[in-house]
């Protein structure tokens, strides 16, 4: 189950793979190569953390991303990062708040200007985030929003805290699954009686309620 290893202490690190249903027996085995040491240890795992982000490099990925939030009637959260590289703590965001809205990154780079200026956002502004509820549409059906719409995230910091219990007002209450996946978890689900097999099912208790009370009555005699 563990498999093959060679010496110890040796470090392991199991991940599900992508697109079992609603099965995790099947893992990504990954060694851990690095040295025992506090920082190392932490950029392996920072790595492989799981991540459901959706990255956006302009206006063509940005359509992509609304229609995907309104196919699946999500809220849209956009976060304008300052840095060049994902972090820990935005990873962590699209998990805890997977299903529930969709996150996207938005990087500073030549491609992400006009998605920047669609939404007001200056440079010097970095970090910014702004959540665009799931009910925001423009007239012709598709996701637009205006100024009116935005919801901006104006809290001191980006610290986890404060941006968990942001989202947490905008989130959905209830996760939101493809089709294919709520059949599979209805095909789970015991099947629905029929009347016929309520009616079957009340005769089969009376007729073993009543060999019971025989039953009682023989034993009690003896």
């Keep these: 189950m563990l498999g093959d290893f060679q010496g110890t202490p040796t470090i392991r690190l199991y991940t599900p793979k992508a ?3 609603n099965s995790n027996s099947k893992k990504i ?3 851990y190569q690095y040295e025992r040491k506090a920082v190392d240890m932490k950029r392996f795992l920072d790595e492989n953390m799981p991540n459901f ?3 956006v490099s302009g206006l063509s990925d940005l ?3 609304q ?3 309104q196919r699946h009637g999500l809220p849209q959260v956009l976060l304008f990062t300052s840095k060049a590289k994902t972090l820990s703590l935005t990873k962590y965001l699209s998990t805890e708040f997977r299903r529930r809205l969709l996150l996207a ?3 500073p780079t030549k491609t992400n200007q006009k998605v920047l200026e669609q939404y007001g956002i200056s440079p010097d502004q970095l970090p910014a985030m702004i959540v665009i ?3 925001t549409n423009n007239e012709e059906g598709s996701v637009g929003a205006t100024e009116e719409m935005v919801i901006r995230y104006e809290g001191d910091g980006f610290t ?6 942001f989202l947490s007002k905008h989130a959905l209450k209830d996760k939101v699954f493809p089709a294919k996946k709520k059949e599979e978890a209805e095909e789970g689900a015991p099947p629905k009686k029929t009347d016929e097999d309520q009616e079957k099912d009340t005769t089969t208790t009376t007729n073993a309620k009543e060999k019971v009370k025989v039953g009682a009555g023989v034993n009690g005699e003896l």
């Design 19 to 21: 697109k079992q249903g």
């Design 29 to 31: 085995v990954k060694d």
């Design 53 to 55: 982000i959706e990255r």
């Design 63 to 65: 359509t992509k991303f």
């Design 67 to 69: 229609d995907k939030a």
């Design 105 to 107: 990154e938005i990087h």
């Design 133 to 135: 509820p799931s009910s």
């Design 160 to 165: 986890r805290h404060k941006l968990q219990s």
